[in-house]
């Protein structure tokens, strides 16, 4: 009996270790087919990381920005569209020193989609980041120039007391007040000019290069209040570049004054490219048939290379005359002063 019940115990037992081993086995098999799954998962999510590196380069090279999410505040989206325009101003960069037109375009038109979406927010968000675009890329021309210039188009006239802090700001780099400069005069012509005439008189101003440009857009307005400052410019302003632009300008105003002025230049200005400059606006102001009597009277002597500055004057009116000379043979126009070439007789006559 005792024996009988000892071999039901070790039955029993063999029995319950043949199915542990049996279930140890099964689990073994479960997690080794994990492991292969896992392993496998992995491999897939290498090839899309991959993929996606591929993918962005891809889209960054023909200028598409790539968000994950769509914005949905309007702070969020006056920053992702701040984000696609500046990407977009670098692209147009790399585009234009690359000579790529095809992808200056794409790039371009970004620029646009992305203004057109900052115009779509509340100005009240959108002209206080762009003022921050602008404060940060003060030394980099080309991005604070887009961001200046679409904070005008975004803002308006509300825009007009900042930029003009800009321009009359002599502590700023001379690049951001030609920018204010330019962008006031897009937004408001008639306050700019106001406010402009100032900032381009200011002979003082010796670290704003740029403040020809600033003459210069002024005398293409045309504006009456503008002649002021060129005539006085013309004979007084110490920087050459910037006498030269006030000279230039002279040419939009056919008046007494500016005349005597250019004239007054040509005689006395110690700057012969002030000088020939001087011409060239007396002549585009009076046009060929008025201008070409004071030409040929300045021209002479041009052939005689005397080394003095006086040569290049001289040299630039005889240049003048003698392309004014032949625009009128070429209209059928008299020549000032000249009596009219006798048309040769036909062949055959006794005349």
């Known amino acids: ?23 140890a086995e099964a689990q073994q098999g479960e997690v080794d087919a994990l492991r292969t799954q896992i392993a496998e998962l992995k491999r897939e999510i290498a090839e899309l990381r991959a ?15 790539v ?9 969020a989206k006056v920053e992702r569209a701040i984000d696609v325009f500046r990407g977009a101003v670098d692209k147009l960069q790399a585009a234009m020193a690359a000579r790529n037109h095809a992808a200056h375009k794409r790039a371009d038109e970004l620029r646009q989609n992305a203004e057109a979406a900052l115009k779509e927010v509340d100005a009240a968000l959108v002209v206080p980041a762009l003022k921050s675009e602008v404060e ?22 509300s825009t007009i007391p900042y930029l003009n802090e800009i321009a009359a700001d002599k502590k700023r780099p001379g690049h951001m ?46 504006d009456p ?7 006085q410019g013309a004979k007084q302003d110490p920087d050459k570049s910037s ?29 012969e490219h002030a000088r020939t400059n001087a011409l060239n606006s007396l002549h585009r102001m009076l046009g060929d ?26 040299n630039a009116a005889y240049t003048n005359m003698n392309r004014i000379k032949m625009n009128l043979e070429k209209a059928g126009k008299p020549i000032p002063g000249e009596a009219p070439k006798d048309k040769a007789a036909p062949k055959g006559s006794n005349g």
């Open 1 to 23: 009996m005792i024996r009988t019940w000892h071999r039901c115990l070790c039955a029993a037992g063999i029995a319950t270790m043949l199915v542990l081993a049996t279930t």
């Open 51 to 65: 993929f996606n590196e591929r993918l962005c380069k891809a889209l960054r090279d023909e200028s598409i920005i």
């Open 67 to 75: 968000f994950a999410t769509e914005p949905t505040t309007p702070e």
């Open 136 to 157: 940060a890329a003060s030394n980099n021309y080309a991005l604070c120039h887009s961001m200046m210039m679409a904070l005008g188009r975004v803002g308006g006239a």
């Open 177 to 222: 007040r030609r920018i204010a400069s330019e962008v006031m005069l897009s937004v408001d012509k008639d306050k700019a000019i106001e406010l402009l005439l100032p900032v381009a008189g200011d002979y003082e101003a010796k670290n704003f290069n740029d403040r020809f440009y600033v003459i210069y857009m002024l005398s293409e307005t045309k």
């Open 225 to 231: 209040r503008v002649l002021p400052l060129l005539v």
């Open 243 to 271: 006498r030269c632009h006030h000279i230039n300008g002279l040419w939009h105003y056919k008046t007494p004054e500016a005349r005597e002025t250019l004239e007054w230049v040509i005689a006395n200005d110690d700057y």
């Open 289 to 314: 048939e008025a201008a070409y009597p004071i030409m040929k009277k300045l021209s002479k002597g041009a052939k005689k290379k005397d080394g003095t500055p006086d040569f290049r004057v001289r």
